[in-house]
């Protein structure tokens, strides 16, 4: 979509543009309460029982805390918006842009909480396919329309079309979530009461950790936004755009992981918890190092082909943001491995720590080394994070996350994209 988008908004409004999806990623996760992982883990036990009326009760915990979270949610964007205006965006929008994005982190964090629980009911197929793909894909066809048409639009009119692409994806998601729910039912007696207070409690300190890691993701874009011009804010975020590419191959298999993970785990099979771990660890490596080795070969005629010849200016963005995306998927997923096993207030703590030094060092470079320099700050932070994470899972559950040659087969690809 990034494609089209900076064909048809001009430096300036991709900056814009840039800075408000990263709003709209923290905001929804903000709006979730960090109820997907919970979802995820909890539905993922509840669907391997067959406890359907457990996973009822999860998902009518979660409508609840959606709804306080909502008020709070408005109340606070509102208290913001206008520091927002003058810091963030360096310009006017007044409160019909505000309301717009209110609606979409309203409705693209509905659809990220509907995706999980099919997820973890073991609906993993719908479960994916509800989530991003589409809501972006239909952003992408209806811009495209526009650019082919050759209509002159800004800004303004490409949040209104990923306003109406979210709200649609909502509903849909909804509406499947509400079609299962109704045509499950049964299984084991629970040994006790559940309802929104446990949710909360589980999810608070997963709010806490996934929260601050979008925050963490966003800090680059948002402080160059405060320190530096709009056009190298699009340059920057034309090539951690492309660095997406890097960590697809874990995007798709996380998915599917947390729930398996969650389900060994509370089983006691740490030998498989152990080998689920590393697949996705391998499968991740094999698909991002070949795409690192291009970007760091064609980075920049990869940038004229994509965005247009302003944008090849961003090559040693890339390659440094790259580079830090490939340490990222070498490792896998130790963190998802902590948060399944019980130790969500770490990482919210490893989480925390980290955006406080990112954030002072990204301030510290800025001004001087400008998106350079915040590229290497950043590619530093999840390189230390990684590291960090893969150390303490291997001590605090036994298992290590690092490819293993061993586990290269499509069989075992199988087990985590397939749900037995």
Not at 145 to 172: D, F, K, N, P, R
Request: proline share 3%.
């Amino acid at each position: 979509m990034a494609m089209v988008l900076t064909r048809l908004l001009s430096p300036a409004d991709f900056g814009f543009y840039t800075v408000f999806a990263q709003i709209v990623a923290v905001g929804a996760m903000i709006q979730s309460f960090g109820m997907q992982t919970g979802i995820t883990k909890l539905a993922g036990i509840a669907g391997g029982t067959a406890s359907w009326d457990r996973a009822r009760a999860i998902l009518k915990a979660t409508v609840l805390i959606f709804a306080i979270v909502a008020v709070v949610m408005v109340l606070v964007f509102a208290g913001l918006w206008p520091s927002m205006e003058g810091t963030l965006f360096r310009r006017e929008l007044g409160w019909l842009m505000a309301g717009l994005i209110v609606l979409i982190i309203f409705t693209r964090s509905a659809e990220e909480i509907c995706a999980a629980f099919l997820r973890g009911v073991g609906r993993v197929r719908a479960g994916a396919l509800l989530l991003s793909a589409p809501r972006e894909g239909l952003v992408f066809a209806a811009t495209l329309i526009v650019l082919l048409l050759g209509t002159q639009v800004g800004v303004w009119a490409v949040v209104e079309i990923y306003a109406a692409a979210s709200a649609a994806m909502a509903l849909l998601a909804m509406l499947i979530c509400m079609r299962f729910v109704r045509s499950h039912s049964g299984g084991p007696p629970d040994a006790e009461d559940f309802g929104a207070k446990h949710l909360a409690l589980l999810s608070a300190p997963m709010l806490l950790h996934s929260s601050g890691a979008l925050v963490l993701k966003a800090t680059d874009v948002w402080i160059l936004s405060a320190y530096r011009e709009a056009t190298e804010v699009a340059l920057y975020g034309a090539a951690m755009r492309v660095t997406n590419l890097v960590i697809f191959g874990l995007s798709v298999i996380n998915m599917a992981l947390p729930q398996l993970l969650a389900a060994l785990y509370a089983e006691g099979k740490v030998k498989d918890f152990e080998r689920l771990a590393r697949i996705a660890a391998t499968w991740s490596t094999v698909v991002s190092v070949p795409v690192f080795i291009v970007i760091l070969l064609f980075a920049e005629p990869l940038l004229d082909l994509l965005f247009g010849a302003p944008y090849g200016d961003a090559a040693l963005i890339l390659i440094i943001l790259a580079a830090g995306q490939t340490v990222s998927a070498v490792v896998g997923s130790p963190g998802m491995m902590l948060q399944m096993t019980g130790h969500q207030n770490l990482m919210s703590a490893l989480t925390v720590g980290a955006l406080v030094v990112n954030v002072v060092a990204n301030i510290l470079v800025v001004e001087d080394y400008g998106a350079v320099g915040v590229a290497v700050v950043t590619a530093l932070t999840i390189t230390v994070r990684m590291a960090l994470h893969t150390l303490l899972a291997w001590r605090l559950t036994g298992a290590l996350s690092l490819p293993d040659p061993k586990t290269l087969t499509l069989g075992s690809l199988r087990s985590i994209l397939r749900r037995k």
